[in-house]
């Protein structure tokens, strides 16, 4: 039962545009969600964070919302960049006696020149 | 600064033995956690440890085991290996816990079984 979906698991994009890559939770509970980029042979590496109590939040190219009625959120970034090629994980951290975060399986993302 | 160290970066290993996989987190991070992560999925959790203590525990058997050093390093243990267990294993650190602070990554130990 997966708590955390990413449904795309590709995405295409122009050198320029916006990307926007979506996720959806199951778990209310939820308070807390990351966005982890992933480059081949390397380790998820973080990239932004909400908290539940808020529905944007913004860091130079990337601006997370969340949309906690509908259990949805997603990562905006603008302009993309051929370097914002990689594997994209949306994660929701579980309160309940840990921090374990719930990954998405992952969306990847393509920029082309 | 040096951020998450595992080691080793690649282990092959066959059907039955055990494996001790090491985590070294970021300087001043208490908090240690261990995935799992096979092809095509996303990082499912294992183990998290604070303070020399276990958190919290994923759905795995108790062939997976799990410690804290007193300087916070970590170390994940893994008997009766199967196939199934091939896979790139994860350490994140993050300061304490319960306070909405991302955890960090390192870039993982790939366990290949034969």
């Known amino acids: 039962d997966q708590q955390v979906k990413q449904n795309s698991p590709s995405l295409s994009v122009q050198e320029g545009r916006i990307s926007i890559l979506n996720c959806d939770y199951t778990n209310s509970m939820f308070d807390y969600f990351l966005w982890y980029k992933k480059y081949p042979a390397e380790g998820p590496t973080f990239l932004i964070s909400?908290?539940?109590?808020?529905d944007k939040n913004e860091d130079g190219r990337f601006t997370v919302f969340l949309n906690k009625s509908a259990k949805h959120l997603s990562l905006h970034i603008v302009p993309s960049q051929p370097g914002d090629s990689a594997v994209y994980f949306c994660a929701a951290s579980d309160p309940g006696g840990s921090e374990k975060l719930v990954f998405g399986k992952g969306t990847k993302l393509t920029v082309n020149p | 600064d040096a951020g998450v160290t595992q080691s080793p970066t690649h282990l092959i290993k066959t059907r039955g033995q055990h494996v001790t996989l090491r985590c070294s987190p970021i300087?001043?991070?208490?908090?240690v956690s261990w995935y799992q992560q096979v092809l095509g999925q996303g990082p499912q959790f294992i183990f998290q440890y604070y303070e020399k203590e276990e958190r919290g525990r994923g759905n795995f058997p108790d062939r997976f085991s799990a410690r804290q050093f007193p300087n916070y390093s970590s170390e994940l243990n893994v008997n009766a290996l199967l196939l199934g267990d091939s896979a790139l294993y994860l350490c994140?650190?993050?300061?304490?816990?319960?306070?909405?602070?991302?955890?960090?990554f390192g870039d993982g130990t790939r366990l290949s079984i034969l």
């Open positions: 909400i908290s539940s109590i808020k």
């Open positions: 994140a650190s993050s300061l304490v816990l319960f306070s909405n602070q991302p955890q960090h």
């Open positions: 300087s001043g991070h208490k908090s």
